[in-house]
């Protein structure tokens, strides 16, 4: 079975365009999650979704970041316009149902903002 | 404020010797805790949970943990080279009504191992 996927691998932007990071979760799960690594902050849980409904965007840093997640099969997460700051690897996961079942991560999106 | 503390380490071990990795967390409301292993530009992956206190054994990793004292570790037997890797202690804090919070990492502790 295909886990997470996440698209683009990379991107390189450059300050102040709109960024759009896309996430597939496996199929059947029903909680997504978005993460953001940094060397400095560690892995940050930025948003996350049950069954296609945005449950906590507290992590997300500012009104820059926007999160959908349409159906059950596709989330974005979308930053305009992008600062050379929100360079990053950004991962989005997925679990099956709620009680600390396993998150399965998908393989990030490395992010730089020049 | 949820917060997860690990040392960053680095960590050195000699092949064949045990491997001991500690995280302490500051909210007495989590229930669930995790042990994901990341290596350099790849993404996390599960090695064990815990719910309990006490110790839970998967093949050379136990798992322990003391919610008296806010602390969880991971112990790693007959340390390999492919051991080495960065360990994030993972907490999550289970809502009334059974819903889930998500994860708060710690930042990790990077493991090597020597041969």
């Known amino acids: 079975d295909a886990g997470v996927i996440q698209s683009p691998r990379h991107e390189v932007t450059e300050m102040g365009q709109e960024v759009t990071l896309r996430c597939k979760p496996i199929s059947g799960h029903d909680y997504l999650f978005w993460y953001r690594q940094t060397m400095m902050r560690g892995l940050e849980l930025l948003i996350y979704?049950?069954?296609?409904?945005?449950?906590?965007d507290s992590g997300m840093p500012e009104d820059r970041f926007s999160a959908k997640m349409p159906n059950a099969s596709f989330s974005t997460l979308k930053i305009q316009p992008s600062e050379p700051r929100d360079s990053a690897v950004y991962f989005c996961a997925s679990s099956l149902g709620s009680g600390g079942y396993e998150q399965y991560f998908g393989p990030g999106t490395r992010l730089t903002v020049t | 404020q949820k917060e997860v503390e690990q040392n960053s380490g680095p960590l050195s071990v000699p092949e064949g010797a045990i491997a001991s990795l500690n995280c302490t967390y500051s909210d007495r409301g989590s229930q669930s805790f995790f042990w994901y292993r990341q290596y350099s530009g790849k993404s996390p992956e599960l090695i064990m949970f815990?719910?309990?206190?006490g110790d839970k054994e998967d093949g050379r990793f136990t798992a322990q943990l003391n919610k008296a004292s806010q602390y969880v570790s991971l112990l790693i037997r007959d340390s390999q080279p492919s051991d080495s890797a960065t360990y994030l202690c993972a907490v999550r804090f289970i809502l009334v009504g059974g819903g889930a919070d998500g994860l708060t990492f710690g930042k990790g502790t990077h493991l090597i191992i020597q041969p």
């Open positions: 815990i719910y309990s206190n």
């Open positions: 979704f049950n069954n296609n409904v945005p449950i906590d």
